[in-house]
């Protein structure tokens, strides 16, 4: 007889949802993914007209936003109690702001090395922190990591950028040996380059040939979403993504 295999994924609809880095590029494609499953979106980004903006693009009454720099503490723990105060829980939580600076470790100002390192890093600490504890307290969530293929190899040109990364592969390591008996699984998707906006005039330039080699943020949304739907027997520790066009090694 022949064998057939079920896997039954998740339904996602009137999940809540938190994602940072929410208006543009792997975050915008990921909040209109999740909106189309049905889910309930928290939204946050540095300038408020974007997420205006975004939020009118949605289903009605199914997204919100805080608008601000998520590596402030108060700020993530802002985006923690609006999730709870309008929708109750929180269910699924997606650290996806970013900053790119690529060049020589002598580049750059203090101040432009050290956003960059407190937007990748301590904007992922903190928004865990501060959202966490309701799913451990649950017995339920997921935390997905939005990393690079940076985090595992360092290039030249991209030293800090590259540490920050290192760091968050450093805590979903930790995060998934604390949580997981807890309930709560936790993630890391790591892209190559990706055809976005980011690190546009910090290293790239608009228009470069290489862009339409790379990764498209739907390709990455779209993994993010499958992962959120996996059955509670499963989870992904890591999942690493290349064009047909990218040098994996």
Not at 42 to 66: F, H, I, P, Q, W
Not at 86 to 106: C, E, H, M, Q, R
Not at 217 to 225: C, K, L, N, R, S
Not at 240 to 247: A, F, G, V
Request: net charge neutral; aromatic share 6%.
């Amino acid at each position: 007889k022949l064998f057939r295999m079920s896997y039954e994924l998740q339904d996602l609809s009137g999940k809540i949802v938190v994602i940072t880095g929410a208006t543009s590029g792997i975050g915008r494609q990921t909040v209109i993914g999740m909106d189309a499953q049905g889910a309930k979106v928290v939204l946050n980004a540095r300038k408020e007209s974007g997420l205006k903006e975004l939020c009118m693009e949605l289903t009605d009454a199914n997204s919100t936003y805080v608008a601000g720099d998520c590596s402030d503490p108060e700020v993530s723990r802002k985006i923690a109690a609006t999730a709870i105060e309008k929708f109750g829980t929180i269910d699924i939580l997606i650290p996806n702001a970013g900053v790119g600076l690529y060049g020589s470790i002598f580049d750059w100002s203090d101040d432009e090395i050290n956003n960059m390192i407190r937007t990748n890093f301590e904007g992922t600490v903190h928004l865990v922190r501060a959202c966490a504890k309701k799913m451990a307290e649950k017995g339920a969530g997921d935390i997905i990591i939005v990393c690079s293929v940076a985090g595992y190899y360092g290039a030249a040109k991209e030293a800090v950028y590259a540490g920050t990364k290192h760091a968050q592969v450093g805590l979903a390591a930790g995060l998934d040996r604390e949580l997981r008996e807890k309930g709560v699984r936790v993630s890391l998707v790591a892209p190559a380059g990706v055809s976005t906006n980011f690190a546009l005039g910090t290293g790239r330039t608009p228009g470069m040939p290489r862009l339409d080699l790379y990764l498209k943020p739907e390709d990455v949304a779209a993994q993010i979403i499958y992962i959120a739907k996996q059955p509670r027997s499963v989870r992904t520790t890591l999942m690493t993504l290349w064009s047909m066009d990218q040098q994996s090694s």
